[in-house]
């Protein structure tokens, strides 16, 4: 989707929701990742703006059952999901629909009760569903340009800064975001120590989780505390700078220089100039731990929120740690791929990062495919697909192929897929996963 379709369809869709809401109640369901809680929170403030009446709710996934149940006579409207449940839309009889997402898609054949923006639908510009949001608020009303922080906060959880174009510049300048280059790690605005010791991003081999190693780190990089305290990341001088990445390189050489220096984005919440790759964090852990709501209230700038988050995220961290070191013991290192069946020693809703954080290991070349399995209560399992380095067989593809033997729905993108499967199908689902993933490594072997 080019910049100008993307205008049309925003226009288009805007002129029509703005007639269809008038005297009704909306119900808006958004998924419960920093992208789905920015884009709800951008929403809500803005129809907050004109009076409008609505419901929200933050979920984990979105299947029929939960179709299904939607009240009839409202209008709904889906953030950050839905573009692969147009069939289960279709067939609830719902009376109108909005989908605001970037997922792909896997159907072309729109419901006519539902209008939907979404660049998969076009030139698949790189843009999250935050930045949709914020976009397609600010077409309802210029105000609305105040949120473009979280719009910020949203695609940076997605992992957008990577990919920044003219549209990305454009919502950073309505948010007076500060960009600054630096080392990659967050949060830049913390004590150098803490912020190695809980890094996972890129995860440092006997430093990440080790008081001690992160030490022998800075020792050799010769950082030294000043008055019992060490700088803060982003207050390293270039000099001081290239030593740490050096030595980093040196533990993790699957990094490379260029890999760790970047862009840093500072975003002003609660009065402060703060790393928005922590603020994202924050929002992502009190949703994974069953708090939306606070997360919610976080990027609201609530106080008290404020509070209950910085906790979450505390402990959140702590057993994000404790998860790594689990999955290095209990992974199944296969020709071309990593399997994880972390049963209820990792939480569902920590699995995907797990997943991400083994992806981003050095241990593994590009291609790899890292497949992780959690309990989902009693009765699921959630799986979570990643590609090392972003690249080799598009994922959503390969869960595909294996779930068409299974109830269930796959969602994602070439490089990061997920399903959730019936928990008596769990053996027999590692059979078929690891029987396509092995399938694929003689085909690429044939090629060769």
């Known amino acids: 989707m080019k910049d100008g379709e993307l205008e049309i369809v925003l226009d288009k869709v805007a002129s029509s929701f703005l007639e269809e809401i008038k005297g009704k109640s909306l119900q808006i369901i958004s998924h419960f990742d920093t992208d789905g809680i920015t884009s709800a929170a951008i929403l809500a403030q803005s129809l907050k703006r004109f009076d409008q009446k609505f419901s929200l709710k933050i979920i984990k996934s979105l299947n029929k059952e939960i179709i299904n149940s939607l009240p009839k006579e409202k209008i709904i409207i889906f953030l950050d999901l839905a573009s692969g449940s147009l069939k289960d839309i279709k067939e609830a009889d719902l009376k109108k629909v909005f989908i605001i997402d970037h997922h792909e898609i896997n159907q072309k054949d729109i419901p006519e009760n539902t209008q939907i923006i979404n660049p998969e639908l076009n030139q698949k510009q790189k843009i999250s569903s935050s930045g949709l949001t914020y976009l397609f608020c ?106 740490l990445v050096t030595s980093i390189v040196l533990r993790n050489p699957k990094k490379k220089h260029k890999d760790l220096i970047g862009n840093l984005f500072l975003i002003k919440i609660f009065g402060n100039l ?16 069953g708090k939306p709501e606070i997360a919610l209230g976080f990027c609201l700038e609530n106080s008290s929120c404020k509070k209950k988050a910085e906790s979450i995220h505390t402990k959140y961290r702590q057993q994000l740690l404790l998860g ?125």
């Open 138 to 243: 600010k077409k309802i009303d210029e105000k609305n340009r105040e949120f473009a922080k979280l719009a910020v906060l949203g695609m940076i959880g997605d992992m957008f800064e990577k990919e920044i174009d003219e549209t990305f510049n454009q919502i950073m300048g309505d948010g007076e975001i500060q960009k600054k280059r630096g080392l990659l790690i967050y949060p830049s605005t913390r004590p150098i120590n803490k912020v190695l010791e809980y890094s996972s991003n890129p995860l440092i081999p006997g430093v990440t989780g080790n008081p001690r190693g992160v030490i022998d780190l800075l020792r050799e990089a010769d950082l030294n505390p000043e008055n019992g305290k060490y700088k803060n990341l982003i207050d390293l001088t270039n000099e001081e700078m290239e030593r």
């Open 274 to 289: 703060e790393d928005a790759r922590e603020i994202s964090a924050k929002v992502n852990a009190c949703s994974r731990e």
């Open 324 to 448: 790594i070191k689990y999955a290095e013991i209990e992974k199944i290192n296969g020709k071309g791929y990593i399997l994880l069946n972390a049963r209820d020693k990792i939480k569902d809703t920590m699995i995907g990062t797990i997943s991400s954080i083994i992806a981003n290991s050095p241990d593994y070349e590009d291609g790899t495919i890292v497949i992780g399995m959690s309990y989902e209560g009693k009765r699921k399992i959630k799986v979570s697909g990643r590609n090392v380095g972003r690249a080799g067989r598009n994922l959503r593809e390969l869960l595909s192929n294996v779930m068409e033997s299974f109830n269930g729905e796959v969602g994602g993108h070439h490089s990061a897929a997920g399903c959730v499967i019936d928990l008596e199908d769990e053996e027999e689902f590692i059979k078929k996963i690891k029987r396509e993933l092995e399938l694929e490594v003689i085909r690429v072997g044939e090629k060769a």
